[in-house]
């Protein structure tokens, strides 16, 4: 029995020693001396103080977030923002701190406009800065997304230093909202301060079952000014092949057949500036013939740097549901597919 109770206190002791507990506020060790294969712990994990943050707009339970009890989060960027010139480099950082998704994860939703459209593709996310700098974020980057808690407030940085240089990239000195996907990195703001959850407040008259589903054209507005009607997708533009597993957050399997479709943002891109202000605020919303409709930021379909790209398809031969209809590659489910579609709204302004 001795025995039992002896081998039973080693291997508590020994499992103890060998893999010790990670504290929630415990940084990252520098491996200066390329003591593991990970190229991501090689410099100095430095803090970035982070100021209250309130949460607001159409919830039920705002106000200053705690986010004591929230896990740490990890993410690789290479930051990129405009000038003059065109883009300048940054730098390349792995970031820790809390994602949206755990800080939004138990707010409780009251939508404006819940007695007109009930679902929750229209949602998108205000984040505020303590010099009044705005970004928008959709709620479908949030909590659709194929790789969760990629947007993140950051409390910590560290310089991913190029070996055969001596490259120091700057830190930022405060926190700092990250939002990975993004090429050119203008929503990556300091010391954000105000989350505001707010629904796209643009009104359509919906019509739930409507068969047929189908608009043989689609009209595209910038700002409330048409600036292209579409009946087929351009012949200019290359055909995409995406193999996918097309799965749904009600009903589950829908097919494993490929998407056939021309990038979204070649459609577009004509028609909308690339910018600051749009990489930051702007947002579509695609609406369908029923007034099923969803929420994409600027940066989703025309600023992404992990090519999970959303296509336009065009199916003439689809009187149920088409011709139209959308396909978000970046998405784990299939509810921001949206068919039938009669109109694409951009604005900055909402």
């Known amino acids: 029995m001795k025995n039992i109770l002896f081998s039973s206190f080693f291997l508590l002791v020994f499992f103890s020693c060998s893999f010790p507990k990670i504290e929630k506020d415990q940084t990252f060790q520098a491996d200066t001396e390329n003591l593991t294969n990970d190229f991501f712990d090689n410099a100095e994990t430095v803090e970035l103080p982070i100021q209250p943050v309130k949460i607001e707009g159409e919830i039920e339970n705002p106000g200053l977030f705690d986010f004591s009890k929230l896990p740490l989060r990890s993410i690789i960027v290479k930051e990129t923002v405009l000038n003059e010139n065109g883009k300048e480099f940054l730098g390349a950082y792995r970031y820790d701190g809390y994602s949206l998704h755990d800080i939004l994860n138990l707010i409780?939703?009251?939508?404006?406009?819940?007695?007109?459209?009930?679902?929750?593709?229209?949602?998108?996310?205000?984040?505020?800065?303590?010099?009044?700098?705005?970004?928008?974020?959709?709620?479908?980057?949030?909590?659709?997304?194929?790789?969760?808690?990629?947007?993140?407030?950051?409390?910590?940085?560290?310089?991913?230093?190029?070996?055969?240089?001596?490259?120091?990239?700057?830190?930022?000195?405060?926190?700092?909202?990250?939002?990975?996907?993004d090429l050119v990195t203008?929503?990556?703001?300091?010391?954000?301060?105000?989350?505001?959850?707010?629904?796209?407040?643009?009104?359509?008259?919906?019509?739930?079952?409507?068969?047929?589903?189908?608009?043989?054209?689609?009209?595209?507005?910038?700002?409330?000014?048409?600036?292209?009607?579409?009946?087929?997708?351009?012949?200019?533009?290359?055909?995409?092949n995406f193999n996918t597993t097309f799965y749904g957050r009600g009903r589950g399997i829908h097919s494993i057949d490929p998407f056939k479709g021309v990038y979204l943002k070649n459609v577009i891109k004509k028609h909308v500036s690339f910018n600051r202000e749009n990489?930051?605020?702007?947002?579509?919303?695609?609406?369908?013939?029923?007034?099923?409709?969803?929420?994409?930021?600027?940066?989703?379909?025309?600023?992404?740097?992990?090519?999970?790209?959303?296509?336009?398809?065009?199916?003439?031969?689809?009187?149920?549901?088409?011709?139209?209809?959308?396909?978000?590659?970046?998405?784990?489910?299939?509810?921001?597919?949206?068919?039938?579609i009669t109109g694409i709204y951009f604005s900055t302004n909402e």
């Open 186 to 240: 203008e929503r990556n703001i300091l010391n954000p301060v105000k989350i505001t959850v707010k629904s796209y407040p643009k009104s359509f008259v919906t019509v739930k079952g409507l068969k047929p589903l189908y608009s043989p054209t689609i009209e595209i507005y910038n700002e409330n000014n048409l600036v292209k009607t579409l009946t087929s997708n351009p012949e200019d533009l290359q055909l995409e």
């Open 108 to 181: 409780k939703i009251n939508k404006a406009n819940k007695d007109e459209f009930k679902p929750i593709i229209d949602l998108y996310v205000q984040i505020e800065n303590d010099k009044g700098e705005i970004i928008n974020v959709s709620w479908g980057e949030i909590f659709f997304p194929n790789h969760l808690n990629e947007i993140i407030i950051a409390t910590q940085v560290m310089r991913i230093e190029p070996t055969k240089t001596d490259d120091l990239w700057p830190l930022p000195t405060q926190a700092k909202l990250i939002v990975s996907s």
């Open 279 to 340: 990489i930051r605020e702007g947002m579509f919303l695609i609406v369908a013939k029923d007034g099923f409709r969803g929420v994409y930021t600027y940066s989703e379909i025309m600023n992404r740097d992990d090519q999970s790209e959303i296509l336009l398809l065009c199916d003439p031969e689809s009187k149920d549901n088409g011709i139209f209809r959308v396909f978000p590659s970046c998405d784990f489910f299939s509810d921001r597919a949206i068919k039938g």
